[in-house]
């Protein structure tokens, strides 16, 4: 089965520095959820869309944007990158429209390093 | 502001022993309670818990849900090492379409370190 698909898998970029990070949802869901987890830490919510709308937003700092295109996928943009950035970058999609027993589904992540 | 609290945060075991893990919530509104499996990679889900009462069980796993007292546990019997991993517990946020407003994020715990030792 299709899962989510987040890439890149590992960044490297230096302070100051901007990020895009890329998530493509498994296909037919229309909600796309970001997390971060830094070290040792739980993951955090950032932001969400629900059919190409910000649904839902969490602790994300406003250096940070995020969009859903038209296919569904999301971009996370980073600009002004700090060393407490360093993270890792968890996308999950879901169906709203499914059942109540579903659930969201995690990518792989992106492990986000800033020197 | 919403909060979910894991117990322990780290446990050290030998294979076969039976683990049990806590985590209790505090949240304006509730969905559900899920538990994930997170291993340096994505968290891996277990079980997506609802009503109050009702077991669910996965082979050496289980867990179950208090919606009364506010907690969940999560049972793994006759542990292995492949069990090693962090534990999630994570609380969601009512859905949209089901007259919630924030689209069923997660208020995640801070992790049970579970260390099983052969």
């Known amino acids: 089965a299709a899962g989510v698909i987040q890439s890149p898998r590992h960044l490297i970029k230096e302070k100051r520095e901007t990020a895009t990070l890329k998530c493509y949802p498994i296909?037919?869901?229309?909600?796309v959820y970001w997390y971060q987890q830094g070290p040792g830490q739980d993951p955090q919510f950032l932001i969400s869309f629900y059919e190409k709308m910000q649904s839902d937003k969490g602790s994300i700092p406003d250096r940070f944007s995020a969009q859903q295109f038209s296919d569904y996928h999301s971009e996370l943009n980073m600009s002004s990158l700090e060393l407490g950035d360093s993270a890792l970058y968890f996308c999950a999609s879901r169906d709203l429209g499914l059942s109540s027993t579903d659930t969201q589904y995690f990518g792989p992540g992106t492990r986000l390093t800033v020197l | 502001e919403d909060k979910v609290v894991q117990s322990p945060l780290s446990l050290v075991v030998h294979e076969g022993d039976t683990v049990t893990l806590n985590c209790s919530y505090e949240?304006?509104?509730?969905?559900?309670l899920l538990w994930y499996k997170q291993e340096k990679k994505a968290p891996t889900f277990l079980f997506m818990l609802t009503s109050s009462g009702i077991e669910k069980k996965s082979g050496r796993l289980s867990s179950i849900l208090d919606k009364k007292e506010l907690f969940s546990i999560l049972n793994i019997t006759a542990t292995q090492t492949g069990d090693s991993a962090v534990y999630l517990c994570?609380?969601?946020?009512?859905?949209?379409?089901?007259?919630?407003?924030?689209?069923?994020?997660?208020?995640f715990g801070q992790g049970t370190i579970l260390t099983v030792h052969p």
């Open positions: 949240v304006t509104n509730f969905r559900s």
């Open positions: 994570a609380v969601e946020a009512p859905l949209a379409n089901a007259g919630g407003t924030s689209y069923g994020k997660l208020t």
């Open positions: 296909p037919r869901h229309d909600t």
